[in-house]
Structures are given as C-alpha cells and as structure tokens.
C-alpha cells in the first residue's frame, strides 16, 4: 500500500473521450507532481504543484491539463489524446523542503485506442 | 541538474551482496543524492539519501567518496525480491520554483536463486 491514492488504476479511453485521473494524499505534502512513464524507461516529469499552484511545466502538450483543487488533491485532465500517450502515469508528493524525497503512487495505466 | 550515469544492468544471485555504482562527475555542492527503486507496475520508492560518506538505514547502504563524483549503493544479501530498477538521482530543491526531480535511466537489477 503506498500513501498516494490514484485512481482509476487502468483506463482505457478513445481519442474522443475526455476522461480524468486523480491523486490523493493525506501527508501533509504541499509539492505534489505528474510523471509520465513508458515501458522499460524511466518516469518522465510533467508537471509540479506547489502549494497549489503550477510551478512546472515540462512543455506537455495541452491535452493534458493539470489541476490542484487543494493541498491533497491532483487531478489531471485528459482530452483528445494519441495512442503514443498509452503509458503509466504516476502521481508523487513531496514535503516542500530542501531534498525531501517523492511518494509516489502505483499509478494509472493509460491505453489510449 | 547534475547528469547521472549507471549500468543499464546487473545480475547477482540470492545471498550476495549487490553494489550498484552511480556517476555524477557534475554534481553541485548542494545536491543530494537519492536512490529510488520500482518494480513492475508500481510506482518508484524511496531508498536511501545522503550528501557524503555513508549512509545506513534498514535496508542499504550508500557510500559517497570524498569528491562526491560518484556514489554506490550497497544492498546486503539480496533476495530474489530485490529484483527492480534502481535510479540515482542528483539534484538539490533549494530553488522551490525548480522542484524538477528528473530520473536517469536507471539499472534493472535481476537476482536469481
């Protein structure tokens, strides 16, 4: 069991579909982080929160949207995606400290069709 | 950010003891170093962090050398559940608008009975 939720753990949408995914943690965490991760690489950063407001974006496509409702929720939004996007993604928290280490959740497996 | 390199693999068997060597000839005077281990359709987990010399907890070592160039990760005995992809990474959060933790490519260790 890891302290970060996501759900749903798989999802399977059509390029037309709009669908979200969500991340929830209850630590106290004021960082919190999307990665994307294809098979056999290693997980490729998207986008941070920080006390609730986008401080990176790593130039992601602008069908993927990010949201921060409040401290312990992630969300992000997809629209129109491209069967490349297929991947697992991972949501992560951190202390917003000085080398404090990411939680990360067991994500969600994405197959776009 | 300060680029790491490490073996894409290694093999050992159940019983050794496992050192995984990680490279970061750039690495700035307030970096950290961090290892992460993932194992299939999970998301990564904190390992171990240290700045130099060595490190200790529960379940590995880290071994940092004086000119902090490089690092290794010792874990003892290993069973076949070791059996993951360890990442280094190096990096320091100081700047909170640059929370960016960029994983490398990582080692796939495999243990075997």
């Known amino acids: 069991d890891t302290e970060v939720t996501q759900t749903p753990k798989h999802l399977v949408m059509g390029m037309t579909n709009k669908k979200s995914l969500k991340c929830e943690q209850h630590?106290?965490?004021?960082?919190m982080y999307w990665y994307k991760q294809k098979a056999k690489k290693p997980p490729e950063l998207m986008f941070v929160y920080s006390y609730e407001k986008l401080s990176i974006n790593e130039s992601v496509p602008s069908r993927f949207s990010p949201e921060c409702p409040n401290s312990s929720l992630l969300n992000l939004h997809l629209h129109a995606l491209q069967p490349e996007d297929s991947a697992l993604y991972l949501c992560?928290?951190?202390?917003?400290?000085?080398?404090?280490?990411?939680?990360f959740g067991n994500g969600t497996r994405l197959t776009v069709t | 950010l300060a680029k790491t390199t490490q073996p894409i693999s290694m093999d050992s068997y159940e019983g050794q003891e496992v050192n995984i060597t990680c490279s970061h000839n750039?690495?700035?005077?307030?970096?950290?170093i961090t290892w992460y281990q993932q194992f299939p359709s999970q998301g990564p987990r904190f390992i171990i962090q240290?700045?130099?010399t060595k490190v200790t907890n529960e379940v590995a070592s880290l071994f940092i050398p004086a000119d902090r160039k490089s690092s290794t990760l010792s874990l003892p005995r290993v069973s076949l559940s070791d059996t993951a992809v360890y990442y280094c990474l190096v990096g320091d959060r100081s700047d909170s608008s640059a929370s960016k933790i960029i994983f490398g490519s990582g080692t796939r260790l495999s243990i075997r009975p």
């Open positions: 240290g700045y130099k």
């Open positions: 750039n690495i700035a005077t307030n970096d950290y």
């Open positions: 630590m106290g965490h004021r960082a």
């Open positions: 992560a928290s951190s202390q917003e400290t000085r080398y404090s280490p990411l939680h």
